[in-house]
């Protein structure tokens, strides 16, 4: 085993763009690293490979970028989109922590197939969907992928790295990991005029396709969870005790209901006695709320100032690039206090919002880049910080629950923000 010195020495000196790409070769069995040992290796390599081409298949979604104005475009009234929002919030936060729960009993590659394969069938619902009521069930569907994947993508990769004590290593991921996600959703807004020009039907058929691309990857994945727990060295924890309960046969659902009941205590149990958790959970929501939501509602704040429509797109994928900076800029600052990362990321959230009352499009756009920035910025480290404490057991429900934290915050503060700018 390599020290932990060296592995991060060499993963600072190595360029992300050149990681990314040596980690997606890994996906498909190709030599991810030229020298052993440099960070992630072996199969939690492989396993990182895959979950970035996931993450690049879940972001570059063309119709879904433009879903807004391809269902106008339809004659979807402005009143019914919202509704549908409001139907995607309202199922995510449901689901949000019953799926954290159902990877960590059930298998998080089971979980994350799932994700993928409700991807793809969502594209065929809106590429089908005829009414306000097939396009509004096909959104609310939409927000179980995002909730069956959120945590479970964490888990797998933490536990991945935890399983070949490399685990310092995550940070590196969480902070790739995001910048290939803005990038991909930047990228896919570019492509917003071209999904319109193709129109709705193609759009969503290409979606669809890009959502089999990820089903496939995801289908590579390796569970790991009961080995880390056996590496963990928990007490009472064993490959037997940790293995996936039956899903047929004699006893099963009460087996299920047992496993679904212990995880969830557990839970309840570790966020109890932990408040420093809890309370990253909630400030982490909260902060995270105001830059999402000005960068929402920029894209109709930016014309009404000024803003040339033909730059919109532009404008808004300048400001997502604030997103991939302030996750690659995470990882210079691993060693700085979390109390630091939070008033640092607070000071730039409150100056972009501040850019609001100067009325100047070119202002605005430097203040969502700022908030973009900022967002990434404490979200990164928040994952790190966040996993390193979360046991190995209930990973994808705890982090599942920093996911409805911060849905029910969104459900507060979304007409509030939307009244005041």
């Given at each position: 085993m390599q020290k932990t010195g060296n592995r991060q020495k060499t993963g600072n000196g190595q360029k992300t763009g050149n990681r990314i790409?040596?980690?997606?070769?890994?996906?498909?069995?190709?030599?991810?690293?030229?020298?052993?040992?440099?960070?992630?290796?072996?199969?939690?390599?492989?396993?990182?490979?895959?979950?970035?081409?996931?993450?690049?298949?879940?972001?570059?979604?063309?119709?879904?970028?433009?879903?807004?104005?391809?269902?106008?475009?339809?004659?979807?009234?402005?009143?019914?989109?919202?509704?549908m929002e409001a139907v995607f919030h309202l199922v995510s936060l449901c689901g949000e922590i019953p799926s954290g729960v159902a990877a960590d009993v059930l298998g998080r590659k089971q979980a994350m197939l799932f994700s993928q394969l409700i991807t793809a069938a969502t594209s065929v619902m809106m590429l089908l969907s005829g009414s306000f009521f097939t396009a509004a069930l096909a959104v609310g569907l939409s927000a179980l992928s995002y909730n069956f994947a959120s945590g479970t993508r964490e888990a797998l990769a933490y536990d991945g790295l935890k399983s070949e004590g490399k685990e310092d290593?995550?940070?590196?991921?969480?902070?790739?990991?995001?910048?290939?996600?803005?990038?991909?959703?930047?990228?896919?807004?570019l492509c917003a005029g071209f999904a319109l020009f193709l129109g709705y039907r193609v759009a969503y058929g290409i979606d669809a396709l890009i959502g089999l691309v990820g089903f496939a990857a995801a289908l590579g994945l390796k569970d790991i969870s009961a080995e880390t727990a056996a590496a963990d060295g928990e007490k009472g924890t064993s490959q037997k005790e940790t293995r996936r309960p039956r899903v047929f046969g004699n006893g099963c659902a009460a087996e299920l209901c047992r496993r679904f009941r212990d995880c969830a205590a557990e839970s309840v149990r570790f966020l109890i006695g932990d408040r420093?958790?809890?309370?990253?959970?909630?400030?982490?929501?909260?902060?995270?709320?105001?830059?999402?939501?000005?960068?929402?509602?920029?894209?109709?704040?930016?014309?009404?100032?000024?803003?040339?429509?033909?730059?919109?797109?532009?404008?808004?994928?300048?400001?997502?690039?604030?997103?991939?900076?302030?996750?690659?800029?995470?990882?210079?600052?691993?060693?700085?206090?979390?109390?630091?990362?939070?008033?640092?990321?607070?000071?730039?959230?409150?100056?972009?919002?501040?850019?609001?009352?100067?009325?100047?499009?070119w202002v605005l756009c430097a203040g969502g880049f700022l908030a973009a920035f900022a967002d990434d910025f404490l979200q990164v480290r928040t994952d790190v910080t966040l996993n390193d404490r979360i046991p190995s057991a209930q990973r994808a429900t705890l982090i599942s629950v920093n996911s409805f934290a911060f849905s029910?915050?969104?459900?507060v503060l979304s007409p509030i923000m939307g009244a005041v700018i």
């Open positions: 790409s040596a980690a997606v070769k890994a996906a498909f069995g190709g030599n991810a690293s030229g020298t052993q040992g440099e960070g992630a290796s072996g199969q939690a390599e492989r396993q990182l490979g895959k979950l970035y081409l996931i993450t690049a298949a879940s972001g570059f979604q063309i119709a879904g970028a433009s879903w807004v104005a391809l269902l106008a475009a339809r004659g979807f009234s402005l009143a019914e989109i919202g509704v290593a995550y940070d590196r991921f969480a902070s790739g990991e995001m910048m290939l996600y803005r990038i991909s959703s930047a990228s896919a807004t420093y958790a809890c309370a990253v959970i909630l400030i982490n929501a909260v902060l995270g709320a105001f830059p999402t939501l000005l960068l929402f509602f920029l894209q109709a704040r930016l014309p009404e100032e000024g803003l040339p429509e033909a730059l919109l797109g532009p404008a808004l994928f300048f400001m997502g690039m604030g997103h991939v900076l302030g996750a690659r800029m995470m990882r210079r600052f691993r060693s700085v206090r979390y109390r630091r990362i939070l008033t640092c990321s607070a000071a730039g959230i409150t100056a972009a919002l501040a850019s609001l009352f100067l009325h100047n499009p029910a915050v969104m459900i």
